[in-house]
């Protein structure tokens, strides 16, 4: 095969050699939202809540707090636990699927308010792998030279987006946001991603019905559907190879870890992931989950946060992260904690 043409030579992307995260944020909406409320709307209980998701409460957004309010509040934390000046940030990746517009994407919103116009920013939509998805990208870009530092945001507002008559969601779902700054490296603070999808699973966890149904057939709002049992033999039974293999295209051992970080889905699917991965029992486990509640893309960063100030993780330990949902997709890379 004959190379083709051209009338030049480009100059290639001139990147940093690693990237590792700088500095991460997070941001929990003032009302608590505790299983005794819930159980005002669903026939349900506060015992079964527990024992079924390890939820005790959930915190909910005020009616006029939008998605990128509470990114906003997350992003401030995050670039100044980085030390990182809004100005210097060349790219915003946020991970959401409760932004309720269609178009413009949430991103160069939050982008011009915090300041760090003209970056790059666009919204990506992997549900409860968005964080880590985003992880994955940034530090591509950083090493690629597409950026120097780029800002990572997950960040939902589920609870408009939430059946609060559903057995089957009413109890899960949270708001928040977190964030985290990615930037360049004299180390690797982020290891290779293992990620994938699955779409022949799409309907196991999925907005009910299209827009075009709202719009056509008068149907009820579209809030998320999930089919809960099969969801969850697949994050207990998928997604701990996933997470092994992560450890192991890193290099390290589930030993050497300081902390195991995974999204915060159900407490039990937690324990499993420990059991399967046979984690031993002195690393720390993210368990977020009681008092925040399933907040999607938010999940991972929220209880990164959480574990690094209440000093149940060491700055500068390794951390193995794992998302997976909706659509099926998944991502978990181990990284070095700022
Ligand atoms: C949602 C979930 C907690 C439900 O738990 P489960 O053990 O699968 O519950 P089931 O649907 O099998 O129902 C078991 C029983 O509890 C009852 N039940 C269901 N929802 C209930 C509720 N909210 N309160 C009280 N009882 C409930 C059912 O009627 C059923 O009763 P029966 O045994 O008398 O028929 C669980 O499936 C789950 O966590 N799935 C994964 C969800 C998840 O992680 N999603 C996010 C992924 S990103």
């Keep these: 095969m004959t190379q083709p043409t051209h009338r030049g030579t480009l100059n290639p992307p001139a990147g940093a050699k690693h990237a590792r995260i700088w500095g991460v944020g997070g941001y929990r909406p003032e009302r608590v939202v505790t299983n005794e409320e819930v159980c005002t709307w669903i026939d349900s209980s506060d015992e079964w809540i527990r024992e079924r998701s390890g939820i005790v409460s959930r915190r909910w957004a005020a009616p006029e707090e939008s998605v990128v309010d509470m990114a906003e509040q997350a992003a401030r934390k995050a670039l ?12 915003v990746i946020l991970a959401t699927v409760t932004h309720p517009y269609q178009t413009p994407a949430a991103a160069p919103i939050l982008a011009d ?13 992997a549900a409860c792998a968005g964080y880590c998805h985003g992880i994955s990208l940034a530090n591509d870009m950083v090493r690629g030279g597409s950026a120097e530092y780029v800002l990572v945001v997950g960040v939902e507002k589920l609870s408009d987006f939430t059946d609060k008559h559903d057995r ?10 977190g964030a985290a700054v990615v930037g360049p490296s004299d180390f690797p603070g982020i290891g290779p991603t293992v990620w994938g999808s699955d779409g022949a699973q799409w309907e196991t966890i999925s907005q009910r019905d299209p827009w075009t149904s709202v719009r056509d057939h008068d149907v009820d709002w579209p809030a998320i ?8 033999r697949w994050a207990v039974w998928s997604m701990a190879p996933v997470a ?8 390290v051992s ?42 999607s893309a938010a999940s991972i960063p929220l209880a990164t946060e959480r574990m690094l100030e209440q000093g149940e993780a060491p700055h500068g330990g390794l951390a193995l992260q794992i998302g997976f949902g909706a659509g099926l997709v998944y991502a978990a890379q181990v990284v070095v904690l700022p």
């Excluded at 089957?168 to 946001?177: H, K, N, Y």
């Excluded at 992931?273 to 925040?292: C, F, G, N, S, Y």
């Design 254 to 295: 589930a030993d050497d870890l300081d902390a195991f970080i995974p999204h915060q889905a159900n407490m039990r699917i937690i324990d499993a992931m420990i059991k399967q991965l046979k984690l031993p029992a002195h690393i720390p486990v993210a368990r977020d989950i009681a008092e925040t509640g399933n907040t």
């Design 113 to 125: 308010r915090l300041g760090a116009t003209p970056a790059a920013a666009f919204d990506i939509s």
């Design 168 to 177: 089957g969601t009413a109890f899960i779902f949270g708001d928040g946001a």
């Design 225 to 232: 559907g999930m089919a809960g049992q099969s969801v969850f």
């Design 244 to 251: 092994q293999a992560a450890l192991d295209k890193a290099g």
């Design 80 to 91: 100044a636990a980085a030390g990182i000046n809004p100005s210097q940030v060349g790219a």
